[in-house]
Nanobody, 119 residues
Framework: QVQLVESGGGLVQAGGSLRLTCAAS????????IGWYRQAPGKQRELVAE???????TYEDSVKGRFTISRDHAKNTVYLQMNSLKPEDTAVYYC?????????????WGQGTQVTVSS
């Protein structure tokens, strides 16, 4: 069973930066995509950024130019560098690893890490 461990959340003032880390305990199959999601109180979980097996990245419009997703293949680890944080970025952030073992797909979630941005 793959375990995803997240770290790096916390309280930061608007304009500040945080770096989230998500490490997978193992990689039993090929990784299809890795994503960072967030869920604010009273809102649905939304995709913030994702990175493909070929390291192609995509971002939700509101974080473009401020957030950067990257990964260390050897360490089964993904990062989310968050700069110029805004109060509306406040949420619980979750990482998601989607593995491919054709024709099956398996996805795993981290436990979530709280990010709070004060104004």
């Amino acid at each position: 069973q793959v375990q995803l461990v997240e770290s790096g959340g916390g309280l930061v003032q608007a304009g500040g930066s945080l770096r989230l880390t998500c490490a997978a305990s193992e990689s039993p199959f090929s990784i299809d995509t890795i994503g960072w999601y967030r869920q604010a109180p009273g809102k649905q979980r939304e995709l913030v950024a994702e990175i493909s097996s070929g390291d192609t990245t995509t971002y939700e419009d509101s974080v473009k130019g401020r957030f950067t997703i990257s990964r260390d293949h050897a360490k089964n680890t993904v990062y989310l560098q968050m700069n110029s944080l805004k109060p509306e970025d406040t949420a619980v952030y979750y990482c998601n690893f989607l593995y491919s073992d054709y024709p099956y797909m398996y996805d795993y979630w981290g436990q979530g890490t709280q990010v709070t941005v004060s104004s």
